[in-house]
């Protein structure tokens, strides 16, 4: 049975966890987050967000994070399928974790991403340093945590603030259930191993850990959702329903991502090739190699693939098995280079049946290898993939960076997005701050400053991990609503945005719908 309910973000106890809400029609409250999450603007902003491959780039139809939130719904709901049938046997583990529910999981999964900012990762990645070192927010910013904050702060549904979740559904999507530096202590960045993406950026280790799932801001709120799991988890550990979300969203970004680079031609079948048939071919004489000579020789085939290797036993040795990765390599060699890529993409049906079959196979053997664990190591969730299916994973992702992440031309396109991302956000901040341009500030900005100054004045510097001189919430305020404004752009937004502030534009109202 699933644990009493916390009290809800809206104050009182979190009735909708045992019946209907108002305009439930189906009387499931699981069901009716999932219909909130799906009928919110900022979801339907996610069809025009980057996931790897920016549309306009490509010329074809790719992946967009909308898309991808749907796969990762969808392979999760499939998990927990599984995971409940008879047969699987997991059932009475999972009560005893907490509860494992389809629809709990699938709106989890649909709302896993809605935080995400114009152009993908890159996106995030400057996002958080100019909101650390331009903004002043020590909480920079971070995908999942702008997730979480827009379902329980800066969404409006009807008469609430967020989006008026179930514990239920908050907690699962809590993949990184901490805050940055300060929450839970000891922080897990200083645990030995870390959690999985609780590691520290090694150019910044004092910014705390790389991945966390709230900031500070809406920490009361996570930890009122996770209470019905108290002394069922540790503090740093997901819910089982967390940790099928995470593992399907693994499992989507691994296969699915693949279907694009194949459909656009990134993928050639030589390069792949070259790169795992020379390590398979090498490998006695690669692993005697000193690890600086390997860095340095790294674009020589082979190379990329023993660097994986050794960076999974590095930092998973808890599953970590040099047999599992040889066959890894082995049968993604067989299915990637020797099935799929073996014709070149050209749009025929033929071809379109080919990515058909390779993904629904890949998909379902990730699926039926997926396990509950009583007590999983630090780095692995209650929820995880086989040992073989794991490291086949990380194969696959690993043909995703390097042949694709790594490449020169989209290299040249995300700088050209990173530009654009300082100059709009320098941009914002001037407009600001101008006592000049008070009264004729957005709507939807002004709203976010007045929120965001109402959040800072409930906390202190001690809650950031700052000296009391290092506080200034007036500046935190403003930061942050910048980084919630730009946050829910779409990537044509940020592109027109920038022109009309930057004077290139020419369309006055058409300008305004992202005001």
């Given at each position: 049975?699933?644990?009493?309910?916390?009290?809800?973000?809206?104050?009182?106890?979190?009735?909708?966890?045992?019946?209907?809400?108002?305009?439930?029609?189906?009387?499931?409250?699981?069901?009716?987050?999932?219909?909130?999450?799906?009928?919110?603007?900022?979801?339907?902003?996610?069809?025009?967000?980057?996931?790897?491959?920016?549309?306009?780039?490509?010329?074809?139809?790719?992946?967009?994070?909308?898309?991808?939130?749907?796969?990762?719904?969808?392979?999760?709901?499939?998990?927990?399928?599984?995971?409940?049938?008879?047969?699987?046997?997991?059932?009475?583990?999972?009560?005893?974790?907490?509860?494992?529910?389809?629809?709990?999981?699938?709106?989890?999964?649909?709302?896993?991403?809605?935080?995400?900012?114009?152009?993908?990762?890159?996106?995030?990645?400057?996002?958080?340093?100019?909101?650390?070192?331009?903004?002043?927010?020590?909480?920079?910013?971070?995908?999942?945590?702008?997730s979480y904050r827009i379902v329980t702060s800066t969404e409006i549904s009807g008469s609430t603030v967020g989006l008026d979740l179930t514990a239920a559904v908050r907690a699962a999507m809590a993949k990184y259930?901490?805050?940055?530096?300060?929450?839970?202590?000891?922080?897990?960045?200083?645990?030995?191993?870390?959690p999985r993406g609780a590691g520290v950026d090694p150019e910044d280790p004092a910014a705390g850990s790389v991945k966390f799932g709230a900031y500070v801001t809406e920490l009361a709120d996570l930890r009122q959702?996770?209470?019905?799991?108290?002394?069922?988890?540790?503090?740093?550990?997901?819910?089982?329903?967390?940790?099928?979300?995470?593992?399907?969203?693994?499992?989507?970004?691994?296969?699915?991502?693949?279907?694009?680079?194949?459909?656009?031609?990134?993928?050639?079948?030589?390069?792949?090739?070259?790169?795992?048939?020379?390590?398979?071919?090498?490998?006695?004489?690669?692993?005697?190699?000193?690890?600086?000579?390997?860095?340095?020789?790294?674009?020589?085939?082979?190379?990329?693939?023993?660097?994986?290797?050794?960076?999974?036993?590095?930092?998973?040795?808890?599953?970590?098995?040099?047999?599992?990765?040889?066959?890894?390599?082995?049968?993604?060699?067989?299915?990637?280079?020797?099935g799929l890529l073996a014709a070149p993409f050209d749009g025929s049906i033929e071809a379109e049946q080919s990515v058909a079959r390779f993904s629904a196979r890949w998909t379902r053997r990730l699926i039926d290898?997926?396990?509950?664990?009583?007590?999983?190591?630090?780095?692995?969730?209650?929820?995880?993939?086989?040992?073989?299916?794991?490291?086949?994973?990380?194969?696959?992702?690993?043909?995703?960076?390097?042949?694709?992440?790594?490449?020169?031309?989209?290299?040249?396109?995300?700088?050209?997005?990173?530009?654009?991302?300082?100059?709009?956000?320098?941009?914002?901040?001037?407009?600001?701050?101008?006592?000049?341009?008070?009264?004729?500030?957005?709507?939807?900005?002004?709203?976010?400053?007045?929120?965001?100054?109402?959040?800072?004045?409930?906390?202190?510097?001690?809650?950031?991990?700052?000296?009391?001189?290092?506080?200034?919430?007036?500046?935190?305020?403003?930061?942050?609503?910048?980084?919630?404004?730009?946050?829910?752009?779409?990537?044509?937004?940020?592109?027109?945005?920038?022109?009309?502030?930057?004077?290139?534009?020419?369309?006055?109202?058409?300008?305004?719908?992202?005001?």
């Amino acid at each position: 049975m699933r644990p009493d309910p916390a009290p809800s973000s809206t104050g009182g106890r979190d009735a909708r966890l045992f019946g209907g809400s108002d305009g439930d029609l189906s009387g499931n409250p699981f069901r009716a987050d999932r219909d909130r999450i799906v009928a919110s603007p900022f979801f339907a902003r996610l069809g025009g967000v980057t996931q790897v491959i920016s549309p306009g780039g490509s010329g074809l139809l790719v992946h967009n994070r909308l898309t991808h939130s749907l796969k990762v719904a969808s392979v999760a709901r499939g998990i927990v399928e599984r995971l409940c049938s008879p047969t699987a046997g997991s059932q009475s583990l999972l009560d005893k974790l907490g509860g494992c529910d389809a629809d709990v999981v699938e709106a989890a999964a649909l709302a896993h991403d809605l935080g995400h900012p114009p152009f993908g990762h890159l996106g995030e990645r400057v996002l958080d340093r100019l909101a650390r070192q331009r903004l002043g927010l020590p909480d920079g910013f971070e995908g999942n945590a702008q997730s979480y904050r827009i379902v329980t702060s800066t969404e409006i549904s009807g008469s609430t603030v967020g989006l008026d979740l179930t514990a239920a559904v908050r907690a699962a999507m809590a993949k990184y259930p901490w805050t940055r530096r300060t929450y839970p202590s000891p922080h897990v960045h200083l645990m030995h191993p870390t959690p999985r993406g609780a590691g520290v950026d090694p150019e910044d280790p004092a910014a705390g850990s790389v991945k966390f799932g709230a900031y500070v801001t809406e920490l009361a709120d996570l930890r009122q959702a996770r209470m019905p799991f108290d002394g069922l988890l540790a503090q740093w550990q997901q819910t089982a329903e967390a940790s099928v979300m995470d593992t399907a969203d693994d499992i989507a970004y691994a296969i699915h991502d693949l279907e694009d680079f194949y459909r656009v031609g990134v993928l050639q079948q030589g390069t792949v090739a070259t790169e795992l048939m020379a390590w398979q071919r090498d490998a006695a004489e690669l692993r005697g190699l000193d690890l600086a000579a390997l860095r340095h020789t790294t674009r020589r085939p082979g190379r990329s693939v023993e660097l994986l290797r050794r960076d999974i036993c590095r930092k998973d040795g808890w599953i970590s098995d040099d047999d599992a990765f040889w066959s890894a390599v082995e049968h993604v060699r067989h299915e990637l280079v020797d099935g799929l890529l073996a014709a070149p993409f050209d749009g025929s049906i033929e071809a379109e049946q080919s990515v058909a079959r390779f993904s629904a196979r890949w998909t379902r053997r990730l699926i039926d290898a997926i396990h509950v664990r009583a007590d999983p190591p630090m780095r692995s969730g209650h929820v995880s993939l086989g040992t073989a299916q794991w490291h086949e994973v990380q194969v696959l992702k690993f043909v995703h960076h390097r042949f694709v992440l790594e490449r020169p031309d989209l290299a040249l396109h995300q700088r050209g997005q990173a530009r654009l991302l300082g100059a709009l956000v320098e941009a914002l901040h001037a407009w600001l701050v101008d006592p000049a341009e008070a009264v004729r500030l957005p709507r939807r900005l002004h709203d976010l400053v007045e929120m965001a100054h109402a959040e800072v004045r409930d906390l202190t510097a001690t809650d950031y991990g700052l000296a009391d001189d290092e506080f200034d919430p007036t500046a935190m305020a403003r930061g942050r609503a910048i980084v919630d404004f730009v946050a829910a752009l779409t990537d044509g937004q940020a592109v027109g945005l920038l022109d009309a502030l930057s004077g290139r534009s020419r369309q006055l109202w058409t300008d305004a719908f992202v005001l």
